[in-house]
């Protein structure tokens, strides 16, 4: 059975670094047959995603994030990471983790989150 | 980035109702739609992939169907747990982006 879990600070101080870990059991994250994502839901509103990491360490950011978003892999631990740097309120968000898996054909795939965490929930406040 | 937009953005409904929820692309995504469920307190839970491909574990009450920029979500015969909210995401092109949701209730 996939599990995925979230962990991490659940209060930041304005200007700092959010750091949150998603911990993988029942598959590899090494796996060639899955991208790994974050994805944050704002109180109420819509979700939003912050960006993907496959096995070889490619990663793919949401533009409205990139220049504060690192996404990174810990094989030895069958983890993957969040590190949103420059926090401000807006970055107060329920933070969930996600697979992706993958099919299709040559030049198109077919992605879709099929397993989560339960969310992590992040308050930024001095 | 892709708008997805969601219709209605809530509904009343009762047990046993056909529910249909719509969602459009701003521009097209071919079949590239994903449809998730989401009970407060829960994670989203994935119901139906590339548009019209039902999940394993999901009731087949659920289906989609659409291509290009609209597509459709129907529960035929709501049930008690599926009173939820419906997101609607699209991965035709990064930034992948979600639709506000569209919350069904009693």
């Known amino acids: 059975q996939v599990q995925l879990q979230e962990s991490g600070p659940g209060l930041v101080k304005p200007s700092q670094s959010l750091s949150l870990t998603c911990s993988v059991s029942g598959v590899s994250i090494s796996s060639d047959d899955f991208y790994w994502t974050w994805i944050r839901q704002h109180p109420g509103k819509a979700l939003e995603w912050i960006g993907n990491?496959?096995?070889?360490?490619?990663?793919y950011y949401n533009p409205s994030l990139k220049s504060r978003v690192t996404i990174s892999l810990d094989t030895s631990k069958n983890q993957f990471s969040l590190r949103l740097n420059s926090v401000t309120a807006a970055d107060t968000a329920v933070y969930y983790c996600a697979r992706v898996p993958f099919f299709g054909g040559t030049n198109y795939y077919y992605y879709y989150m099929d397993v989560w965490g339960k969310g992590a929930a992040v308050t930024v406040s001095s | 980035d892709i708008q997805m937009t969601q219709s209605p953005s809530s509904l009343s409904a009762s047990v046993g109702d056909r529910v249909t929820i719509t969602c459009r692309a701003s521009q097209t995504i071919r079949n590239y739609l994903n449809w998730y469920q989401q009970k407060p307190g829960e994670a989203p839970k994935l119901l139906i992939y590339?548009?019209?491909s039902l999940q394993y574990d999901v009731p087949s009450r659920f289906s989609g169907s659409g291509s290009g920029t609209a597509f459709t979500l129907t529960i035929s015969s709501l049930q008690p747990e599926d009173f939820a909210t419906y997101h609607c995401?699209?991965?035709?092109?990064?930034?992948?982006?979600f639709g506000q949701g569209t919350k069904v209730d009693i």
């Open positions: 990491i496959y096995f070889s360490g490619n990663t």
């Open positions: 590339a548009a019209s």
């Open positions: 995401q699209q991965s035709f092109s990064h930034p992948w982006t």
